[in-house]
């Protein structure tokens, strides 16, 4: 009798423990960083997600991508890029905001900043929640919300760090321009570095299209254990997670890339920002980055590099894969 009430009791604990996961996830209280994705086409069609309800066209380069949880207290970060294995072939920004009036929708525009105007281009974007490495800071360098931050700071226009409470020398860092409310933020671009001196923090700059450094509000993501890489200018790897091979395509100055990963990534979002691998130094120069499925291979993904007079460079960047 002893023995059937001991088994009774076990498997009552993991029915209850496996009904309290289901809750959480259904519920949005426990999400995990990046878990959360859309990827969004330029005429407002929802073409895969994970968690995504509804991605709209608003008006010309500007969207709403609704999910199934509150994302007020997120952060997103989002990236013009193909729905397929073409490319965006062109110096596009996207800039995220939450959505007025609409707790489980982000606002997201996309401008050419060759021409500072919106245009329409395809999105991938990914939103951290709960517990994680994330960060909303407004363009003071104060903390609007985040997750294992230590501090956040101004350290001169343009320039900011946000140091977190473990080292992530193995992680990505991307981000995005963004308000730390609603409302919609001015067009910039925005580079990311580990701070120099400190395993636990990452430099963040942005800058106008003519690369003057102006202060901006911002949305930074740190992964450090899922699919991530951190690539080289000369396509080499500096670090990753189940990455099998970078390569720089064609020749110098192209800012062509091609990630192969240990699977398929066909299915996913793909988000990037271009920053050094290193902890100290900084890429100045105004830049966009768009990605891709790579054409051919379902476990590649495709980067593409411009300056913003719509030429084509070479630079280091941070890579995230979201599933």
């Not at 608003?58 to 990236?79: E, I």
């Not at 951190?230 to 800012?255: F, Q, Y």
């Not at 966009?288 to 593409?304: D, E, K, L, Q, Y």
């Not at 084509?312 to 960047?317: A, H, L, S, V």
């Amino acid at each position: 009798m002893r023995v059937r009430s001991i088994a009774s009791r076990f498997v009552s604990l993991r029915l209850l423990l496996v009904t309290a996961v289901i809750f959480a996830l259904g519920s949005g209280t426990a999400i995990a960083a990046g878990s959360l994705w859309e990827v969004g086409s330029a005429t407002g069609a929802l073409v895969r997600s994970n968690g995504g309800t509804a991605y709209t066209r608003l008006s010309t380069g500007t969207y709403q991508a609704d999910f199934n949880s509150d994302q007020t207290k997120c952060a997103y970060v989002a990236t013009p890029g193909d729905t397929g294995a073409g490319a965006v072939a062109g110096p596009v920004i996207a800039t995220v905001a939450s959505r007025a009036g609409d707790p489980k929708g982000l606002f997201i525009q996309t401008f050419n900043q060759s021409s500072s105007a919106v245009v329409d281009d395809p999105v991938h974007v990914a939103t951290y929640c709960g517990k994680g490495f994330w960060a909303v800071v407004g363009g003071d360098g104060t903390l609007a919300r985040g997750s294992k931050v230590a501090s956040s700071a101004h350290l001169s226009t343009g320039n900011y760090e946000v140091i977190f409470t473990k080292k992530v020398k193995k992680c990505a860092f991307t981000a995005s321009i963004g308000t730390t409310g609603i409302g919609s933020a001015a067009a910039a671009e925005i580079t990311v570095a580990g701070r120099a001196g400190n395993q636990f923090g990452v430099f963040v700059h942005t800058m106008n299209a003519a690369g003057t450094p102006v202060d901006s509000a911002f949305h930074l993501a740190v992964t450090c254990s899922k699919d991530i890489a951190v690539i080289e200018a000369d396509g080499s790897k500096a670090r990753g997670s189940h990455v099998t091979s970078s390569t720089k395509l064609g020749g110098s100055g192209t800012g062509t890339y091609e990630v192969i990963f240990d699977r398929t990534v066909s299915g996913c979002a793909y988000t990037a920002t271009v920053g050094v691998s290193t902890f100290g130094g900084s890429v100045s120069t105004p830049v966009t980055i768009t990605t891709a499925t790579r054409a051919g291979n379902p476990n590649g993904v495709f980067v593409f590099i411009h300056k913003t007079d719509g030429t084509t460079i070479d630079e280091p960047f941070h890579l995230q894969v979201s599933c």
